[in-house]
């Protein structure tokens, strides 16, 4: 069921996405709190979930890969009720249940109220995306940082790169370009307000392939599930030109 004040948006190409955020009386599945993700104890079982539909001993690999589902699968229907509808929902580490289908994957995420709308205008894109930026995806890839070697630039380049994708999605679906100028300015600005690298920054690069042809989109990083058995590298990946030793090329390559 959709969460009623979010209804308006999941039409067209959103539509995928209706039931992807759930309330507390809405869904009565079993759900993992967010944070308990991050425990060593969460982690462990985590990765053993989806070790029984996506074999492999690399957990950097296997990390990195449920991640992007995780991303995905949050921030379209967040992001997209942050910039249509204006309204900030719930989406703290601390705050939300993460409900998980047969495959140990994301399947839905049960907040705990249906948000509000913002009361002040937010103050630029750190401001809008706090939320989801400061208390649910950078405690999520910190905790998992801690616990297994992948690299922070990796994990945030999962998220980054849907947030791109979703921009650019939104615009060629008609969004008006004043009601997306924070979106872009997030991906676009290398640095936060205070300073510190923005780890959202500049999320993937369009190479030019020639005239007549639509430039590729290519990833700044690579999500390394090519360290995984059976999986090639992505169509974006940035090793697609010089593939690492033993990696498996898509078969459109």
């Known amino acids: ?114 948000g509000r709308p913002f009361q002040v205008a937010p103050d630029g894109p750190f401001d809008r995306f706090r939320e989801l930026l400061d208390h649910n995806f950078e405690p999520l890839i910190e905790g998992w940082c801690q616990q297994v070697k992948v690299s922070r630039r990796v994990l945030w380049n999962n998220a980054a790169n849907y947030f791109e994708w979703l921009i650019s999605t939104m615009s060629s679906a008609g969004i008006p370009d004043a009601s997306l100028e924070d979106g872009r300015q997030l991906i676009a600005r290398q640095q936060r307000p205070d300073g510190r690298p923005n780890p959202m920054a500049s999320p993937v690069r369009y190479v030019e392939q020639g005239e007549g042809c639509e430039p590729m989109r290519q990833r700044r990083h690579c999500c390394i599930r090519y360290r995984l058995p059976d999986l090639p590298l992505c169509r974006n990946c940035p090793h697609i030109d010089r593939p690492p030793k033993g990696a498996l090329l898509p078969e459109s390559a």
Do not use: C
């Open 1 to 114: 069921m959709t969460i009623p004040a979010l209804a308006p948006l999941f039409t067209g190409d959103f539509e995928h996405y209706r039931h992807m955020l759930v309330l507390p009386g809405q869904d009565q599945r079993k759900g993992v709190a967010a944070r308990d993700l991050v425990s060593p104890d969460g982690l462990a079982w985590l990765l053993s979930e989806y070790r029984r539909v996506q074999p492999g001993d690399d957990d950097r690999a296997l990390l990195s890969l449920w991640s992007r589902y995780y991303f995905v699968k949050l921030t379209v229907p967040v992001v997209a009720a942050n910039l249509v509808l204006g309204r900030e929902l719930p989406v703290s580490l601390d705050r939300i249940e993460v409900i998980l289908d047969d495959d140990g994957l994301p399947e839905a995420f049960r907040l705990p109220d249906e």
